[in-house]
């Protein structure tokens, strides 16, 4: 059974720091590509970071960039989002998803070629 579940979330300061877990079961990591994506209040939903092929490649958005690093351990085929210096406006809900690898384009943050998803977990950055 394919399943995704995402944990870590919670309410920060701003500046603070958050570590997000995506935990994979049902295929193995050199298989996919797991994205992390958010939706904050009144949003579309938008594309964060994606690591593939077994952590060789990764991707942000450049909201991002320089503050959060994405991450898997193989082993425990777990995904991590390090969030450091958070700001108000990364307050969302966070999801990760599951990309099948295969032949043909593929957007890394775009979150409609995704075919599996967790159930969100919440991240609340007060000002």
């Known amino acids: 059974e394919v399943q995704l579940v995402e944990s870590g979330g919670g309410l920060v300061q701003a500046g603070e720091s958050l570590r997000l877990s995506c935990a994979a079961s049902?295929?193995?990591?050199?298989?996919?590509?797991i994205g992390w994506f958010r939706q904050g209040p009144g949003k579309e939903r938008e594309g964060v970071a994606c690591?593939?092929?077994?952590?060789?490649?990764?991707y942000y958005a450049d909201s991002v960039k320089g503050r959060f690093t994405i991450s898997s351990d193989d082993a425990k085929n777990t995904v991590y989002l390090q969030m450091n210096s958070l700001k108000p406006e990364d307050t969302a809900v966070y999801y990760c998803?599951?990309?099948?690898?295969?032949?043909?384009?593929?957007?890394?943050?775009?979150?409609?070629?995704?075919?599996?998803w967790g159930q969100g977990t919440q991240v609340t950055v007060a000002s």
């Open positions: 690591i593939a092929h077994s952590g060789v490649s990764t």
């Open positions: 049902g295929f193995t990591f050199d298989e996919i590509a």
């Open positions: 998803a599951a990309y099948l690898l295969r032949p043909g384009s593929w957007e890394a943050l775009e979150s409609s070629g995704y075919d599996y």
